[in-house]
């Protein structure tokens, strides 16, 4: 690695993510000093928990810190720290290329925001580009590493302009330092170079560091007399002060989960979340817990008022901190709360946690799984004692990660159940909870009926609710894909059962046996016309006003998880279904006429093409031959209006 050197071409990704930072304006472009400071928290951080089992990484003993350093004659800011650092592999993979999708997300959320409200979000930190965000108030960036442990150094140096250099150099320091080469100070813009704007940004936004934000500032302080010029009756005269130059921790590092909540501000709350998950959005709510007894530890978590872009991604990580003792443990913690929750940011400080503990310890771990327990009740807790509108904005972000635990975990699956919310035939506006639904229900109905699709307006005029309409039941509407997988799991909620409107009977009595005997011939014969696509022909039990309508026996998978599959590139399983048809409507009463007639007649044939197809799209399907059905109607259009 001796004198290694060479210049390299960005990432096209990246390249476009500096063009938007450094052409964008920004109403925050104090932001970039947070995630630097962040960045080097989390160096020290990485560090801490590796010298754990290997101390001698921590080879010069000395103090963590993070020390800020401005020089305002040169227009230059330098960010120190003695974390863990970066070896010459590192910092090719960390700062020259930007890791799987968050660029395109960044990019894609940024053009969102401008056409939407004209102006640019704070998304930096949210999408894992917060180095880049230096380049804001930037002209030049350098970067000097060592990795603890390392003999040698890096030094990274880029303008921004597509390209960088990186090489090989000998520095004493463990960890980072980046200099920055400051852009002119427009007028009425913040001036970074100035001891006093740093200070104020740093108490902004990373006062709960837990490490000291360090800077040498000038003072004034008194010159001893035995030190001033006298007069000649030996008065101090000429100046009683002199600059002196000293450290000021510009953090107060408390760790705010640690603190009584008594003794806490709202904006104290918000910072720390900002600070924890770099989401500009103020939380929706938080838990601030401290339990003591057989099981100890302390809890700050936090409900986003937003979902990140990467919450249903398989690159999305839990947003839980580790703590022991105030000593990192490690993010992404995901044994301590089921994936359902995996939405919540925040920290949990356990000081009776073993400090080398590991992922597998951590799953067989008693203390964790009585942590997880009480966290999981506590986060119950929370929501189901939110106001409605405030739990109604929390369920259109989060409502579809909430579902996933009524298939996955069966301990909580009641608790879970009571959180769901959906729109019903007799509430389209505002969706309803199971309980709602429930109190609601008519004296004679005995089951909680649903029907799923991607639809909303589609389901609530579906023809398999006909009937259920015209006795006055509701039906729950579910229009997300997972409510498949919800309906599986959930059969019942407080006694009754979930039916299906579009598969099994629904014990409703709407059918008479006079009209089953007296189509009967009808039936066979459309069924033996349809056998490849229908497994049989009955009169309808759901059916009012619509001639026709596809069901499936209660054992079936419904026509939206058919659909479900086929979108996901997964083999449906072949199921034919059941054609019903209303033998109360005018038409199917005149082709039974003409059936009885002439039961050889083609136009028949016809008919019975016709009447799957518009029960097909009547569900928002595909027919298969849709010149032919669009021919056949308009033929018997123009005979209706001949007649």
Not at 88 to 101: H, P, R, W
Not at 195 to 208: C, E, G, N, P
Not at 537 to 559: N, Q
Request: hydrophobic share 40%.
């Amino acid at each position: 690695m001796q004198n290694k050197k060479e210049t390299r071409q960005f990432q096209t990704e990246v390249q476009q993510l500096l063009n938007l930072i450094i052409n964008s304006l920004y109403s925050h472009r104090e932001i970039f000093l947070r995630e630097l400071i962040s960045n080097a928290s989390d160096a020290i951080d990485k560090l801490r928990f590796a010298a754990q089992t290997r101390p001698e990484l921590l080879e010069d003993g000395a103090a963590f810190s993070i020390r800020i350093e401005p020089d305002k004659e040169k227009r230059r800011l330098t960010i120190i720290d003695n974390g863990i650092g970066m070896t010459y592999e590192d910092v090719l993979e960390n700062i020259g290329t930007i890791a799987k999708s968050g660029t395109a997300n960044f990019m894609e959320a940024l053009a969102r925001s401008k056409a939407e409200n004209g102006i640019a979000p704070e998304l930096i930190g949210q999408f894992g580009v917060g180095f880049y965000s230096a380049f804001m108030v930037a002209d030049r960036i350098v970067l000097t590493t060592r990795a603890a442990g390392a003999a040698q150094g890096v030094r990274w140096e880029s303008t921004g302009d597509g390209t960088y250099t990186i090489e090989s150099v000998d520095t004493a320091a463990r960890g980072t330092a980046i200099m920055l080469e400051l852009k002119p100070v427009e007028e009425g813009e913040q001036d970074f170079s100035d001891a006093w704007t740093l200070r104020q940004i740093v108490k902004t936004h990373s006062d709960f560091v837990g490490y000291p934000i360090v800077m040498t500032v000038e003072s004034h302080a008194a010159i001893p007399d035995a030190e001033r010029l006298k007069d000649k009756d030996g008065k101090p005269i000429g100046e009683a002060t002199r600059v002196v130059q000293k450290d000021e921790t510009l953090n107060s590092m408390k760790a705010i989960w640690a603190r009584d909540k008594n003794d806490i501000t709202q904006e104290e709350y918000k910072e720390f979340y900002t600070h924890l998950s770099h989401d500009w959005n103020p939380p929706l709510t938080h838990l601030h817990v401290k339990l003591e007894g057989a099981t100890e530890y302390s809890a700050l978590l936090y409900i986003p008022a937003k979902a990140p872009f990467d919450l249903m991604t398989p690159e999305h990580k839990h947003g839980v901190h580790l703590y022991c003792k105030r000593v990192f443990i490690m993010d992404n913690c995901k044994e301590l709360l089921p994936e359902y929750f995996s939405f919540v940011r925040g920290v949990v400080d356990a000081p009776d946690l073993n400090l080398n503990v590991s992922r597998e310890i951590l799953q067989q771990d008693r203390l964790v799984r009585n942590i997880r327990r009480n966290l999981v009740k506590k986060i119950f807790d929370l929501l189901a004692g939110m106001e409605e509108d405030t739990y109604r904005s929390f369920y259109a972000e989060f409502g579809h990660v909430l579902k996933m635990g009524i298939h996955t975990d069966a301990e909580n699956r009641d608790k879970l159940a009571d959180l769901l919310r959906y729109h019903t035939t007799d509430s389209l506006e505002t969706p309803v909870s199971l309980k709602t639904y429930v109190k609601n229900m008519k004296p004679e109905q005995e089951a909680i009926y649903f029907i799923t699709g991607d639809s909303l307006t589609a389901l609530a005029h579906s023809p398999h609710l006909e009937q259920l309409r015209e006795k006055g039941f509701a039906v729950l509407l579910m229009t997300d894909p997972v409510d498949e997988w919800v309906v599986r799991s959930l059969t019942e909620y407080e006694g009754k059962k979930l039916k299906s409107a579009e598969t099994g009977d629904l014990d409703i009595d709407a059918t008479d046996a006079d009209s089953a005997k007296t189509y009967a011939g009808l039936f066979t014969f459309i069924k033996n016309v349809l056998q490849d696509k229908v497994k049989e022909v009955k009169a309808s039990a759901r059916l009012k006003d619509s001639m026709s309508c596809l069901s499936g026996e209660a054992s079936d998978i419904s026509a939206y998880m058919e659909k479900i599959l086929k979108a996901s590139g997964q083999e449906a399983p072949t199921v034919k279904r059941v054609l019903e048809l209303n033998t109360h409507h005018p038409v199917i009463q005149q082709i039974n006429h003409l059936f009885e007639q002439d039961s050889k007649n083609p136009a028949l044939a016809d008919y019975s093409r016709l009447l799957l197809d518009m029960a097909i799209i009547a569900e928002g399907g595909k027919i298969e031959n849709p010149a032919a059905f669009s021919q056949t109607v308009g033929q018997l259009a123009g005979k209706a209006l001949t007649e």
